[in-house]
């Protein structure tokens, strides 16, 4: 596959103009990409765009009380990805091609959410499976650009799978404006009844919920929506649910 350098493409060039980035900046200015983007090549060689790597990360953090999540980003499938794949919430990834260890992160506290750009680290799954086929990276001192540049002719491991959206394109994962509609809709439509330990709660609705298998909350098609009481809801997540 040939090998094309991104910052030496007329195309970026002419973008970095357009929004008054010097030319001989080439360290900050990065793009970001779609899944579905033409450009993007899922080959035994690995995945590239444009013959460039590319990494997946968790746009969307939500935060539960006082504690405050740091997702990491991934450079290669791990047994992370493996398992959020395994519980249909590989979706909550987007792609990015930034390799400033710098990311777009949209912190979510009450279904509302806040943009920032934060400093996220390498998921240290992905540094175990690399340091185990022979590489010495370090999780302190990680740096995307240095790990591109190394495993710029070693195609031998990266994603076996991406995600739809990439940090500019996907939904915000917060609820829609009419959620407590849907809920009540479809908890009517099950009599009130918890879909996992099929108990009524007839006479103590507030006991139930509604849960998104994918945790993607804005996506509230009925397949990807359970009616569950508030001990099943929990029991699916490693946080503490709240009363939606």
């Known amino acids: 596959m040939e090998k094309i350098d991104f910052l030496n493409c007329d195309e970026f060039k002419l973008i970095k103009k357009l929004m008054g ?10 793009i970001d990409i779609r899944a579905d983007d033409p450009n993007l090549e899922i080959s ?9 790597r590319v990494i997946l990360y968790i746009r969307d953090q939500v935060q539960y009380g006082d504690k405050i999540n740091e997702y990491k980003f991934h450079v290669i499938d791990c047994a992370t990805l493996k398992n959020m794949r395994k519980h249909n919430r590989y979706g909550k990834y987007v792609v990015s091609t930034s390799t400033t260890g710098i990311f777009k992160v949209n912190r979510i506290i009450n279904n509302r959410s806040a943009e920032s750009e934060e400093k996220l680290h390498v998921c240290k799954h992905c540094l175990r499976k690399l340091n185990q086929q022979g590489y010495n990276f370090i999780y302190e001192n990680f740096s995307i650009e240095e790990f591109f540049k190394v495993m710029n002719e070693d195609n031998s491991i990266n994603f076996l799978y991406l995600p739809d959206e990439n940090d500019l394109t996907a ?16 908890k009517e439509k099950y009599n ?3 879909q996992e330990c099929h108990r009524n709660f007839s006479n103590c609705k507030s006991q139930l919920q509604v849960h998104h298998k994918n945790e993607l909350k804005w996506d509230c098609s009925e397949s990807n929506l359970e009616v569950v009481c508030i001990d ?6 490693n946080h503490k649910i709240t009363r939606k």
Do not use: V
């Open 21 to 30: 980035i010097s030319d001989k900046d080439k360290t900050n200015f990065t």
């Open 44 to 52: 035994s060689e690995g995945i590239t765009y444009k013959g460039n």
């Open 171 to 186: 939904p915000t994962n917060i609820y829609p404006d009419n959620w407590k509609e849907i809920s009540r809709r479809l």
């Open 192 to 194: 009130y009844t918890c």
């Open 232 to 237: 099943c809801h929990q029991a699916k997540h």
